[in-house]
Structures are given as C-alpha cells and as structure tokens.
C-alpha cells in the first residue's frame, strides 16, 4: 500500500506535463505556421520583426520544445517557446489582422 501512492504521484506528473507538452506544440505550431503564410511586407507596417525574425524565433522554440531534444514544456526552452508563441498570436497575429481588414486595434 505505502508503494502505491509515489507510482501514482509519477503516472499523474506523466499525465499533466503531456497534457502541456501537446497543449505547446499545438500553440507553437499554430503560430508559425500563421507566421509563415503572411505577407513579409505586413510585419514591419505594424512596427514588429521582420517576418524572419519571427519565423526563426517560432521555429527554434518549436523544435527546443519537441522532447526528442531533451527539453519539454516545463524547461526553460519550453516556457519561453510557450511566451514567445503567445506573444506573437496576441500581439503580432492581432495587428495583422487589423492591417488586412483595415480595420483598427478598437
């Protein structure tokens, strides 16, 4: 019985930091694909990085992310890869948007 209860404390950890991992891929991923389909002259009319500099920054984020290299959600890598992704969708995806439909930020 007292075995039990750390092996169920390690299947619940398992659980939460794939439930993360998926949740930041999903968002990364999103992210620079949205990147990458939008116009390179759009970027610096809404005062941001070049389109480049937004697709490097995703892309290693993305791939420092992947498990495969070691690192997860919960590293460091992962967690700025998490705010960067966020950053772009809330900031940068919104003001391209704006500019395209020509409408403003209210």
């Not at 209860?5 to 999103?30: D, K, N, S, W």
């Not at 116009?39 to 389109?51: C, E, H, M, N, V």
């Not at 809330?90 to 003001?95: E, K, P, Q, Y």
């Amino acid at each position: 019985m007292a075995t039990a209860a750390p092996l169920f404390a390690f299947e619940v950890r398992y659980v939460i930091e794939l439930i993360l991992l998926v949740f930041a891929l999903v968002i990364e991923g999103v992210a620079l694909v949205h990147a990458i389909t939008q116009r390179s002259d759009a970027f610096p009319a809404i005062g941001t990085l070049p389109k480049g500099g937004w697709i490097a920054i995703l892309a290693v984020c993305l791939v420092l992310t992947l498990p495969a290299f070691g690192f997860g959600p919960l590293s460091i890598f992962g967690l700025v890869g998490i705010a960067a992704a966020m950053i772009y969708l809330l900031d940068v995806r919104i003001g391209l948007r704006d500019l395209h439909d020509g409408r403003g930020s209210w």
